[in-house]
């Protein structure tokens, strides 16, 4: 045939489609319904395949509402439909025309669902078990699977409660097309969305019924496979994003007697399946948190606290497995959770719960009073990150509770005096934890005996001239030991508890180490920065040690000293030169 010909049948073709939608609009609905009930049992595959297209074309035309009366008609057509997803298993076409002609068969069903479920929810629970069965979601035509998880998703989202008495035979198939992706070599992307779609609507309409399936749901979920892919990934990326809201939608949804035993249980798989898994898990239990009230709270903040100290000792359990950094990131996320659950407790909840982390930190692993066992110190260290970090977030309501903390404090910081810890991490967390201390001390806990108590300890950590975790000693002065010292002093306000901390800090600017000199002085511009005229009591003291470094053998301690004395100069209102003469 000459490509002439080809291309006038191929106009007659569409303009023979175009008067038959014009026939078609002008039909009663009634007659519309028997001529596509009598086209989808022809026996041309392409015809039926056309009369679906056609009829769904005609359902979604109607914008979400069966026109009034016609709901009998259009109702009826959902059993003609599940009869030909069962009769085409069995037809004669081909096997990929018999998949696509019960896409279409499904794609009918779930259009009437949308404006038909609510109306009719007992004749779509009815379908469901074709829609599940061995023709369609149980083939191992993927394509025709996607189509299957599509078609009961609308279904469940419109008929709800109604869908319940199927879920036992659904849900586990579900969850096992869901394992599959996640662990099969290359999965099929389109089917993993569509089996976490499916479960995204499943967990928010019926909440309350999906609990035997949450192990087996956490078990896909959080597989490693879902987190782990190439940026430029955007189908694995919107995955992600849906696998996070089910965990979420589980989290919200779910009630916390059933939803937590089963999350607690999986922690250790989520350890081994990774950093993204374990985070996924703790913000499940954050939101879950989150979600309680107090009085559900009440009834399990024991059961979240056991939880809790496992996690809290992942830095010790699991370093071989995760690096520095990546125990760094779960260990702020484990705080964040634990935050959200300390919220949510009364005083009388909160004591002894801290008290028992106190004791799990510093005493539990500590054998034959060595307190600092390399494994001990693990905690510690975590322990004096989560100190910092609910001092951050309860401000004065936590500093009462750092009382129980101060002779511990005392202890580490002798330790590194004597350079029998060098100084690391944690260090810096208890220098943090102690200027928050003074900074939200509302209720005087820093009184007298106290504040002598931990004067000399802060005070000679200048003497200790290791960088640290810092870039260098004096980065690591400026940054924690000097904003410390200048807050003790704030805080105190009492010029009998100023003047020793005065002295010792200026004894130091007379350290044969021009970098524990430079410390020193940056200690005394920060009193007078922050405490201004106050200050000036000590300036008659202060002014032989000045005068000293004025002289000093370091250009740096000479300059920093010319700037303290220009800080001194703006809240004295005159020049210092005569007390130098």
């Not at 049992?41 to 679906?52: G, V």
């Not at 030909?84 to 696509?100: G, H, P, R």
């Not at 609308?154 to 199927?166: N, S, T, Y």
């Not at 407790?345 to 307190?371: C, M, Y």
Request: glycine share 4%.
């Amino acid at each position: 045939r000459s490509p002439g010909i080809a291309k006038f049948w191929r106009a007659i073709l569409k303009v023979v489609y175009d008067v038959l939608d014009k026939v078609n609009a002008l039909l009663p609905l009634d007659a519309f319904v028997n001529v596509i009930s009598e086209l989808i049992q022809h026996t041309d595959s392409a015809i039926r395949r056309k009369a679906m297209n056609i009829f769904n074309e005609k359902i979604v035309s109607f914008e979400g509402h069966a026109p009034e009366g016609s709901e009998d008609i259009l109702v009826k057509m959902i059993n003609n439909l599940t009869l030909v997803i069962q009769k085409e298993s069995t037809s004669l076409s081909s096997e990929e025309d018999s998949a696509v002609n019960k896409q279409s068969a499904l794609l009918c069903i779930a259009s009437l669902a949308k404006i038909l479920g609510n109306l009719y929810p007992g004749q779509f629970a009815e379908a469901i078990p074709i829609i599940i069965g061995a023709d369609s979601l149980q083939s191992g035509n993927p394509q025709l699977q996607i189509s299957s998880l599509v078609c009961l998703t609308v279904i469940c989202q419109e008929i709800g409660p109604r869908a319940v008495p199927h879920l036992p035979k659904f849900m586990p198939l579900i969850t096992d097309i869901l394992n599959n992706t996640v662990n099969a070599e290359s999965p099929n992307m389109l089917l993993q969305l569509g089996v976490v779609s499916a479960l995204d609507t499943i967990v928010s309409v019926l909440p309350h019924f999906v609990s035997p399936y949450i192990t087996k749901m956490l078990k896909g979920l959080l597989n490693p496979s879902i987190y782990t892919y190439d940026a430029a990934h955007s189908q694995k990326a919107l995955i992600e994003a849906k696998a996070t809201a089910v965990l979420s939608q589980l989290a919200t949804s779910v009630a916390p007697r059933v939803l937590l035993t089963p999350v607690f249980s999986f922690f250790e798989t989520a350890i081994q399946n990774g950093t993204k898994s374990t985070l996924a898990l703790c913000s499940v239990v954050s939101q879950a948190i989150r979600n309680m009230t107090r009085d559900v709270m009440t009834s399990h903040y024991k059961q979240l606290f056991k939880f809790f100290l496992i996690a809290f000792d992942i830095r010790r359990t699991r370093s071989k497995q995760f690096d520095e950094s990546e125990i760094s990131v779960i260990e702020d996320s484990i705080i964040g959770a634990f935050l959200d659950l300390v919220m949510k407790l009364n005083e009388t909840l909160f004591k002894p719960l801290f008290l028992k982390v106190v004791d799990w930190a510093t005493i539990e692993l500590a054998t034959d009073g060595a307190v600092v066992s390399e494994d001990g110190l693990k905690r510690v260290l975590f322990f004096y990150k989560l100190a910092d970090s609910l001092l951050d977030k309860l401000k004065s309501i936590f500093t009462p509770y750092f009382g129980y903390l101060i002779d511990d404090v005392i202890m580490r910081l002798e330790r590194y005096k004597e350079e029998q810890q060098p100084i690391d991490a944690l260090w810096n967390y208890i220098m943090s934890a102690l200027r928050k201390s003074f900074l939200y001390d509302n209720d005087n806990l820093w009184n007298a005996t106290k504040f002598e108590k931990i004067v000399d300890p802060v005070t000679d950590q200048m003497l200790v001239t290791s960088k640290g975790t810092s870039s260098d000693y004096l980065t690591r002065m400026n940054t924690y030991l000097v904003p410390c010292v200048g807050q003790m002093a704030v805080t105190v306000s009492n010029d009998t508890l100023w003047k020793p901390l005065n002295h010792k800090v200026l004894l130091k600017t007379r350290e044969d180490d021009p970098e524990i000199r430079l410390a020193a002085l940056k200690c005394i511009e920060e009193f007078y920065s922050r405490l201004g005229e106050e200050w000036l009591l000590f300036l008659a003291e202060s002014i032989s040690f000045l005068a000293e470094l004025m002289e000093d053998d370091d250009v740096r301690v000479e300059k920093l000293v010319q700037q303290v004395n220009a800080e001194i100069e703006t809240h004295l209102g005159e020049s210092l030169d005569k007390f130098f003469n």
